[in-house]
């Protein structure tokens, strides 16, 4: 069971029900998931973006949503509208820069919080202690919000194949001295933790909330990259096991984590 002060708390003073309260509107749909695109290095700063009708499709949105959310994007200076026979839609060659002037610490560890909460709670359903859509808290609870109506049935023990793509990971991240990789090997362990433990649908509610933590937060540095990446590591270990408590402490880990 999730409560205030038990094995996934406490949790007293973090704001988790801003994320949770609703799904995110279309523009903030677009603006999180092209963060996402520039995190992952699907897109750089300088590359031209999907025309407006292929995001829409990908998105299940409007494409006059799309239209409206990269104009806002352009006045914010995170895009640039080119015309002529070579224009469209690009992300800014001064991304960084102009993300950095953005950030809200506030959010962003309201933010950083709830996921924690999310992944606490997909350990647990991994090992069948949540049922899936229910997270055993009120239902006007912020884990019920980002869980229910999202989650496959419960699992009885995780298969291997997740759990070695996710090790790949690990691996791949022990090797890596790029900054800019590591930062998408993270990125990209934690939306495939968030498939493996809670399917497709988590992992859309994942990719919202990683890519909104982009947009309002310092992206985190080698070193300690690194250091969660050891948490990733022992998060396997006792997930292969079915080991619940030491699976949640290694996930809790994961966010105190500090460089060597």
């Not at 903030?28 to 025309?51: K, Y």
């Not at 996921?115 to 606490?120: R, T, V, W």
């Amino acid at each position: 069971m999730v409560n205030a002060a038990g094995k996934f708390g406490p949790y007293t003073g973090w704001d988790t029900r801003a994320p949770a309260g609703r799904g995110p509107t279309g523009a903030e749909l677009v603006r999180s998931r092209i963060a996402l695109r520039v995190r992952l290095r699907s897109v750089s700063p300088g590359d031209r973006l999907p025309d407006a009708g292929v995001l829409a499709e990908e998105l299940g949105i409007s494409e006059i949503t799309v239209r409206r959310a990269l104009e806002a994007m352009c006045q914010d200076g995170l895009l640039d509208r080119r015309r002529g026979r070579a224009g469209g839609t690009f992300v800014a060659t001064g991304w960084d820069a102009v993300v950095a002037v953005m950030h809200d610490a506030d959010e962003a560890a309201a933010l950083d919080a709830f996921h924690l909460l999310l992944e606490c709670g997909l350990v647990a359903h991994a090992v069948g202690e949540l049922p899936g859509g229910s997270s055993g808290e009120p239902e006007d609870g912020p884990l019920h919000g980002a869980l229910h109506g999202l989650l496959d049935g419960p699992l009885d023990g995780l298969p291997d194949g997740p759990l070695d793509g996710l090790r790949a990971l690990v691996e791949e991240m022990d090797l890596a001295d790029d900054p800019a990789q590591l930062l998408e090997l993270e990125t990209r362990f934690h939306l495939d933790l968030a498939e493996a433990l809670g399917g497709a649908g988590i992992r859309e509610y994942a990719a919202d909330l990683l890519g909104r933590q982009c947009l309002l937060g310092p992206a985190p540095g080698p070193a300690l990259v690194r250091a969660r990446n050891r948490c990733h590591a022992e998060l396997l270990d006792e997930l292969a096991r079915g080991a619940m408590d030491p699976a949640v402490r290694a996930v809790k880990a994961h966010r105190h984590a500090e460089p060597r």
